[in-house]
């Protein structure tokens, strides 16, 4: 009798493992998909510190120094996506 109860808890043990392995691949599966938004993020922290460095030496507030830093590096990245959109409106318009 002692060996039913065992290989029952067993066999428990064994459903809750399965389970901690399914929830672990699925944690693993979302951290997995930003890993590359969590690079893309260094390499723009990383790239930034030295604009911001010479910035704030020539600026008083460390928050205007961060600002203008963000400007200079997301600038151009914001008229690109004004271009494309620009463009995208005149060839939709173009179709009409």
């Not at 951290?31 to 930034?48: D, E, R, W």
């Not at 020539?58 to 600002?67: E, N």
């Amino acid at each position: 009798m002692a060996t039913d109860f065992s290989l029952d808890a067993d066999r428990r043990r064994v459903g809750w493992w399965l389970v901690a392995v399914v929830l672990l691949g699925a944690v693993g599966l979302f951290f997995y998909s930003f890993v590359g938004t969590f690079v893309l993020g260094l390499f723009v922290y990383y790239g930034a510190r030295p604009i911001n460095r010479r910035i704030r030496a020539a600026v008083d507030s460390p928050g205007i120094a961060a600002t203008i830093t963000l400007l200079f590096n997301r600038g151009p990245d914001a008229g690109v996506v004004r271009v494309y959109r620009r463009r995208r409106v005149r060839a939709v318009h173009e179709r009409r």
